[in-house]
């Protein structure tokens, strides 16, 4: 689940990269203050998250066991 800390920094689009820089997947016109991404279909591995909010860009990584 991806949440942002102040109501007013809505999350707009959200970029699922594996470590390879391929991009997996890709959600658009969001404009929430949360989205939750289900991992079920990924392959274990890691993975680069790319969150584009109101306020600008954030990276987080994640993992699949």
Known sequence: EI???DAGNLVN???LFDM???LVTQVNDI???WLTLKKDNLPPGA???S???TYGKIFKKLSRR
């Open 3 to 5: 949440k942002t800390n």
């Open 13 to 15: 689009r959200v970029e």
């Open 20 to 22: 390879t820089g391929r």
């Open 31 to 33: 404009n929430k203050a």
């Open 47 to 49: 993975y680069l998250v």
């Open 51 to 53: 969150v584009y909010t």
